[in-house]
Every structure is written in structure tokens, then in C-alpha cells.
């Protein structure tokens, strides 16, 4: 059985401060998604991260996926409260073609 | 293009009462999938659709049925809405297999009393 683990399960902070939230497990996953999920709406995808020890940036949201591709972390600069949400991460099963394992997400609030 | 469409919005249904909850994507998507959202257990997968004509069993599958109408929709039913059916459901879609990129719908919040 694959175990997603996303911690911390919930954080709040003031504008303008750095978070890092992180997806952990103990399985080794072909690539892994980031969405980000705000009140009354369907995820949205941010990023899809598949080699090991990738980088990726998407304004001032930066994402890595862990070298043994176990892990990967989501780290936020200068948060704006237009930055709350609920922070999922989802790899793939490896079992399935089609399916995603989902964490059960950070929910992050960013207090103006 | 709208991109996934989910209606209704909200829907309060009794105990043994029964709809469907339908959905429908522009984006030419080869697969389609139907999750329920309860509060600190994440997303559970009910049901999915790999191509049309095609549907398997996600996780929690007990209770619902769907059916795959053609390329753009996918349904979900509830035969006889039971009060642990209370939840959020969204609906998905997907282009391919490769990297699993989805991109869901607006949702519909149920309640069963």
C-alpha cells in the first residue's frame, strides 16, 4: 500500500512570510503533482515535477521533488493572502494507469 | 472553452432518494474520473472512465453507479442516497496517461438527511 503523508496538516501565517509545506513517502514515484484547492472551488494543477532532484518555479512558489523521488516539497516566498488554499500533492499509483494517490493536503491561510 | 462543468452546484436529498449528478469537459479529454472531498480524508476516487465506453471502480465505488455517455460526459448516480453519502464530488478529466495531469470541475456539495 502506498502512504502519502503531507505536513503540517495546517498552517497559518502573516503576509509577507516564507513557508515550506511538505509530501512525504515511503514509496519511489515516476513524477508528482502539486494542486492547490481554494474554498468552494475544484483543484487547479500548479506544477508536475518527474526527475529526481527537480526544481521548479512558478513565481514565488517553488516546488522540488526529493532525489530518491520519495519526497517533494512546495516552498512559498513572501506569501500573499491570495496564496490560501489547500496544498495537495498527488503521484501516481503504481498499480494503475489512471489513478492518483491524494494526500490529505496542508491548508494554509495567509493572514493580510 | 468552459472546461469541466459539474451540475447541479448543491442538492439536498433524503434517505432512499435517488439522482444523478452529471458532468461534462471540452477539452477533448480521454479520461474521466468522479471523487468525493470529506473533511481531513482527501480526495477518494468513486469511479473513472479510462476512454469511452469504458468504466472501472475507484476506491469507494459502493452505493454509486456511472455511465460513460459519450466522449464528454460522465454521470455519477446515487440509487439510494444513504446520510454517509453527504460529501463534496467532483468530477475530472484528463488528456492521457502520461504524467495524469487532471483538471476538475466546480463540484457539487451533497447533503443527505
Known sequence: ??????????????????????????????????????????????????????????????????????????????AQPGDTGLYLCAPPREDSNYQLIWGAGTKLIIKP | NAGVTQTPKFQVLKTGQSMTLQCA??????????????????LRLIYYSASEGTTDKGEVPNGYNVSRLNKREFSLRLESAAPSQT?????????????????????????VT
Open chain 2, 87 to 111: 460529501s463534496v464530488y467532483f468530477c475530472a478529466s484528463s488528456r492521457a496517461r502520461v504524467l495524469y495531469e487532471q483538471y476538475f470541475g466546480p463540484g457539487t456539495r451533497l447533503t
Open chain 1, 1 to 78: 500500500t502506498q502512504l502519502l503523508e503531507q505536513s503540517p496538516q495546517f498552517l497559518s501565517i502573516q503576509e509577507g512570510e516564507n513557508l515550506t509545506v511538505y509530501c512525504n513517502s515511503s514509496s519511489v514515484f515516476s513524477s508528482l503533482q502539486w494542486y492547490r484547492q481554494e474554498p468552494g472551488e475544484g483543484p487547479v494543477l500548479l506544477v508536475t515535477v518527474v526527475t529526481g532532484g527537480e526544481v521548479k518555479k512558478l513565481k514565488r512558489l517553488t516546488f522540488q521533488f526529493g532525489d530518491a523521488r520519495k519526497d517533494s516539497s512546495l516552498h512559498i516566498t513572501a
Open chain 2, 25 to 42: 469537459q471540452d477539452m477533448n479529454h480521454n479520461s474521466m474520473y468522479w471523487y468525493r472531498q470529506d473533511p481531513g480524508m482527501g
